[in-house]
């Protein structure tokens, strides 16, 4: 089992509608979590941190549930420009010790 | 500010040829990571670096990759010899700190492998 699992999607949605990702984490001790975004043929770049409290950016809403080890995304009224690859990321321990989930791909259709 | 810069960006070898990659991270960014992204996944840490040492390499196939960090700076990353399944995208990341829940990384735009 992989230790950050992720669905490959893709997703694909029409402009403005609300798409939801999910990730799971297999290691209990995992301390922190992202989401990081990754184009086409481009490098990942950090999106948001997901609190224990659950967290917003602007349409980007991520939660945490460490009793079910399992993180989400919630993209509101979604762009075209929001067509990427999503990757949960798991840091397991002090320091940067960061586990990326396989990525979920979204296309957000006109 | 410069972000983390990798080269080459491409290269093309024949199968049992030597490669290397070249990575030089933020300014003072003490945290080196190379990363391996197949296509379709996600990135695969190699190695990472706390200034000039190796603190978590476990997944770096010794036998043909070796990797250095000289003066906690600039990195290589060399395979030799290459087989076909080395072929995927090379990332090189920085972050500033290490300590506590982690620090955003930085990645290079990456070096794009192909093994014929």
């Known amino acids: 089992r992989k230790e950050v699992e992720q669905d490959p999607g893709p997703f694909n949605v029409p402009e403005g509608a609300t798409v939801a990702f999910n990730c799971t984490y297999s290691?209990?001790?995992?301390?922190?979590f992202f989401w990081y975004r990754q184009d086409c043929r481009k490098e990942p770049k950090l999106l948001m941190s997901v609190y224990s409290s659950g967290n917003e950016d602007g349409r980007f809403t991520a939660q945490l549930n460490r009793a079910s080890q399992y993180i989400s995304l919630l993209i509101r009224d979604s762009k075209l420009s929001d067509s990427a690859t999503y990757l949960c990321?798991?840091?397991?321990?002090?320091?940067?010790?960061?586990?990326f989930g396989g990525g979920t791909r979204l296309m957000v259709k006109p | 500010e410069a972000g983390v810069v990798q080269s080459p960006r491409y290269k093309i070898i024949e199968k049992k040829q030597p490669v290397a990659f070249w990575c030089n991270p933020i300014?003072?960014?003490?945290?080196l990571y190379w990363y391996l992204q197949n296509l379709g996944q996600g990135p695969e840490l190699l190695i990472r670096?706390?200034?000039?040492?190796?603190?978590?390499d476990s997944q770096l196939p010794k036998d043909r990759f070796s990797a250095e960090r000289l003066k906690g700076v600039d990195s290589t990353l060399k395979i030799q010899p290459a087989e076909l399944g080395d072929s995927a995208v090379y990332l090189c990341a920085s972050s500033l700190n290490s300590g506590g829940n982690g620090g955003e990384l930085f990645f290079g735009e990456g070096s794009r492998l192909t093994v014929l």
């Open positions: 990321v798991v840091n397991r321990g002090a320091g940067n010790m960061l586990t």
């Open positions: 300014s003072g960014h003490n945290t």
């Open positions: 670096y706390e200034n000039e040492e190796a603190v978590d």
């Open positions: 290691n209990s001790a995992s301390q922190s």
